[in-house]
């Protein structure tokens, strides 16, 4: 299960979720204006930063909206 973290005001986010609407990639978003959100990216990556992309299923996080549609489009 792919979970993203993501702020609606980010232009990096922005990009990640038009490529997986696009593309038809199934995935959770979480905004990290809610605190819960915001935490548990600080707890699973280390830094406040988004996108940050969780993959539940094979163990991966990362950030960075390039790394990010790079990872998705090897799901496929």
């Known amino acids: 299960m792919l979970e993203l973290y993501y702020s609606p005001t980010c232009p990096y986010c922005r990009k990640v979720l038009s490529f997986f609407d696009a593309n038809g990639i199934e995935f959770t978003p979480k905004d990290v ?4 959100n915001y935490n548990t990216i600080i707890k699973l990556g280390g830094m406040a930063q988004v996108p940050f992309l969780v993959d539940t299923d ?5 950030y960075e909206s390039d790394a990010i549609i790079d990872y998705a489009k090897n799901l496929k």
């Open 58 to 62: 094979r163990n991966k996080h990362m």
């Open 33 to 36: 204006a809610e605190s819960n």
